[in-house]
């Protein structure tokens, strides 16, 4: 056991030296005694567990936990809701123009007692009733009800995408607190290991300095690393719980650990299928559909201006006293407007005005989602980039505080200020190899969510 090589050594020295009391205190401090191996890093690459193992098992696999949080997000989220409902309501709002194709049928009556007197002498009186059946539907109409009906149709997929957007923007959401979490965590429990080294060598020095009071300063040193630690456990662990608390705000109380879904994640997409997902994206597609709805109205004025035909057709019975009266109408009624101080030209005007809008607006996200693209796919291959060359780094850093700590227990050619200097560049490294990992499986997420999004991935039913 290298515990016992170690003291072994130790022993040997001590006859050099005489100082037995610093070996045997300062050998408990090995990494055997500390829970951890030296060759932890050997195998670590992205996607893997960071040094320590700080990952937990889970009961699910990770695909399907990154399944269910994006399932739960949209269940629960009003503003997903909202939007679905807006959805519905556009629906109804065609259905409302649609019924305009049909004729319309109404039906009236009335019922009606009258008396007439003339110079308080003799007074008549009159009952009379009746009962009247009116069809009516358009003729012509100069293409009005069916450029109405495109405008209608272009406006409910608009909302459809709207609502595509939002549930993409609550997925996306609810992924990056779950991976906020587990990195905040998994630096708390890298600072925990880091924490009980330096309380490790405390407990050793303080034996040590009882005997040789000379060393005080060195019990000192150790023991304000050991609360700066503290402090930065303390720190990670309160980031942790504020990920908790939003995540819990998205997905409710799951038995889902944020820790699993990393995996699916470490795959970085092709550059390339992104760019071509984007010309068809849920927003893309939303901003092309409002300019073509606001095209058909614009349309849908014009053609208002012509001139508009109805058909009529009524019936009526009625009884006036004792004697009952028939008739039927049926015609045709044209109308035209002669002038309305422009007002149909402007609200064309406008719609056109909308409809350029909105492709410009299209032009614009396109170019920004393209170059944004660019940045997240550099993002993210540099992350994992950097995690892959931290393990060659921490392999070396976990060779150097092995041998500086040695040196510094058997033959005490290291001062305890270079054991902690190792110390400290290890546990650094090992913080800075989760934040390499977590940075690249936060723009993995973002650049699928820029594509064909996260929720086609996850949930393709739900497309």
């Not at 719609?351 to 796919?377: D, H, I, M, P």
Request: proline share 3%; aromatic share 6%.
């Amino acid at each position: 056991m290298k515990f016992t090589r170690l003291l072994t050594h130790a022993v040997s020295v001590l006859a050099l030296s005489g100082s037995l009391s610093t070996v045997a205190h300062a050998a408990r401090c090995s990494d055997d005694l500390a829970g951890e191996r030296p060759d932890r890093q050997a195998s670590l690459k992205p996607g893997a567990k960071p040094a320590g193992k700080v990952e937990p098992e889970v009961p699910l696999d990770p695909m399907t936990q990154l399944q269910v949080i994006a399932r739960e997000a949209g269940n629960r989220s009003a503003y997903l809701g909202a939007a679905r409902l807006l959805s519905e309501a556009a629906a109804y709002d065609l259905a409302e123009t649609k019924g305009e194709r049909w004729p319309v049928v109404a039906i009236s009556g009335n019922v009606l007692s009258s008396t007439t007197q003339v110079d308080a002498a003799n007074p008549s009186r009159t009952k009379q009733a009746s009962l009247s059946l009116n069809v009516s539907a358009p003729l012509y109409d100069g293409g009005r009800l069916k450029q109405m009906l495109r405008y209608r149709e272009e406006l409910l997929g608009a909302s459809k995408f709207g609502a595509a957007v939002t549930q993409e923007q609550v997925v996306l959401e609810a992924i990056s607190a779950a991976l906020e979490r587990s990195r905040y965590k998994l630096q708390a429990q890298v600072y925990q290991q880091y924490m009980r080294k330096m309380g490790c060598l405390v407990e050793a020095l303080e034996s040590i300095v009882a005997e040789d009071k000379g060393r005080a300063s060195e019990l000192v040193q150790v023991r304000k690393t050991q609360a700066q630690t503290e402090l930065q456990r303390d720190q990670a662990l309160a980031q942790s719980r504020q990920s908790e608390f939003k995540l819990r705000k998205l997905v409710g109380d799951l038995p889902v650990q944020g820790e699993g879904i990393t995996l699916p994640l470490s795959t970085v997409p092709e550059i390339g299928e992104i760019n071509r997902q984007i010309e068809f994206g849920n927003d893309a597609q939303q901003l092309r559909v409002q300019a073509d709805a606001m095209d058909s109205y614009a349309r849908s004025i014009v053609a208002g201006q012509r001139p508009q035909l109805n058909w009529s057709l009524g019936k009526s019975e009625s009884r006036q006293g004792g004697t009952p009266i028939s008739s039927w109408q049926a015609g045709v009624t044209v109308s035209y407007s002669l002038f309305n101080g422009f007002s149909d030209e402007a609200a064309s005007q406008a719609a056109v005005k909308r409809a350029q809008a909105a492709r410009s607006q299209l032009t614009e996200l396109l170019n920004s989602k393209y170059a944004r693209t660019s940045e997240v796919y550099d993002v993210a291959t540099s992350a994992f980039e950097r995690a892959k060359r931290y393990v060659d780094v921490l392999r070396d850093s976990e060779r150097v505080r092995n041998f500086t700590f040695q040196q510094w227990s058997q033959i005490g050619k290291r001062s305890l200020f270079d054991v902690m200097s190792a110390e400290s560049d290890h546990f650094n490294l090992r913080i800075a190899y989760v934040n390499a990992l977590y940075d690249g499986y936060q723009a993995s997420a973002q650049l699928r969510s820029m594509g064909s999004g996260l929720t086609a991935w996850l949930m393709p039913d739900q497309r």
